[in-house]
C-alpha cells in the first residue's frame, strides 16, 4: 500500500519568513496530493491540492510542487502570518480509487510575531 | 449548503464495549470515508462507502465495520473496543464522479477507551 513520509514535524519561523514542508509518497500510481490544516481542535481543511499532471500549483501565498520521478511534493507558504500556525498534513490518493487518502503525520508550524 | 455533521462529539467506554458514531455527509455528495486520527498523528483510512456499499478499507479489523443509508449518511461502529482506540475518528463526504474528489471533514467525535 502506499506510504506517506512528511518532514519536518515541527518548523518554526518569523512571521513574514517563508516556511516549506515535504513529503514523499511510494505508490507510483497516486495521482492526487492534496495538503490539509488542521487548527487545534478543528477539522482538517484542504488548502491547495494539485494532480500528477502539473508540476506546480499556486494560490496567493501557498505554492505546492510535485515530483513524480522522485515521487516527493512540497507546500511552500510564503510572507507567513501568525493565523498560518497550525497542523499541516499532506497526503496522496488515486483518483481512480476514490481519493482514499493516506496522510503524512502532519508538521506543526508556529509562526512567531 | 449544510456541511459534515458527526455525532457525538466526545464520549467515554470501557474495554470490551461497542460504539457507534455518526456522519451526515454534506448536501449533495454520495461518497463517506472514515479516518481514525490517533492524537499527534495524522488521519487514517477506515474505509469507504458508496452507494450504500463498502468499496474500499484501510488495515483494520473486521470489528471495524460500517453502514451507509440511501440519504448518503453513514455510521461506524467498533465491537469489543480496547485501549489503543482511543482516538478521534473524522468522517469525510466527497462526490464520487466530481472533477476535484475533494474530502470534506466533520468535526470529529473523540473517543475515550477506560
Known amino acids: 500500500g502506499e506510504n506517506v513520509e512528511q518532514h519536518p514535524s515541527t518548523l518554526s519561523v518569523q512571521e513574514g519568513d517563508s516556511a516549506v514542508i515535504k513529503c514523499t509518497y511510494s505508490?507510483?500510481?497516486?495521482?492526487?496530493f492534496p495538503w490539509y490544516k488542521q487548527e487545534l481542535g478543528k477539522r482538517p481543511q484542504l488548502i491547495i491540492d494539485?494532480?500528477?499532471?502539473?508540476g506546480e500549483k499556486k494560490d496567493q501565498r501557498i505554492a505546492v510542487t510535485l515530483n513524480k520521478t522522485a515521487k516527493h511534493f512540497s507546500l511552500h507558504i510564503t510572507e507567513t502570518q501568525p493565523e498560518d500556525s497550525a497542523v499541516y498534513f499532506c497526503?496522496?490518493?488515486?483518483?481512480?480509487?476514490?481519493?482514499?487518502?493516506?496522510f503524512g503525520g502532519g508538521t506543526r508550524l508556529m509562526v512567531k510575531p | 449548503e449544510t456541511g459534515v455533521t458527526q455525532s457525538p462529539t466526545h464520549l467515554i467506554k470501557t474495554r470490551g464495549q461497542q460504539v457507534t458514531l455518526r456522519c451526515s455527509s454534506q448536501?449533495?455528495?454520495?461518497?463517506v470515508s472514515w479516518y481514525q486520527q490517533a492524537l499527534g498523528q495524522g488521519p487514517q483510512f477506515i474505509f469507504q462507502?458508496?452507494?450504500?456499499?463498502?468499496?474500499g478499507r484501510g488495515n483494520f479489523p473486521p470489528r471495524f465495520s460500517g453502514l451507509q443509508f440511501p440519504n448518503y449518511s453513514s455510521e461506524l461502529n467498533v465491537n469489543a473496543l480496547e485501549l489503543d482506540d482511543s482516538a478521534l475518528y473524522l468522517c469525510?463526504?466527497?462526490?464520487?464522479?466530481?472533477?476535484?474528489?475533494?474530502?470534506?471533514f466533520g468535526e470529529g467525535s473523540r473517543l475515550t477507551v477506560l
Open positions: 448536501s449533495g455528495h454520495n461518497t
Open positions: 505508490d507510483s500510481a497516486s495521482n492526487y
Open positions: 469525510a463526504s466527497s462526490r464520487t464522479g466530481s472533477n476535484t474528489g475533494e474530502l470534506f
Open positions: 494539485i494532480r500528477s499532471n502539473v
Open positions: 462507502y458508496y452507494r450504500e456499499e463498502e468499496n
Open positions: 497526503a496522496a490518493g488515486s483518483n481512480n480509487a476514490g481519493n482514499m487518502l493516506t
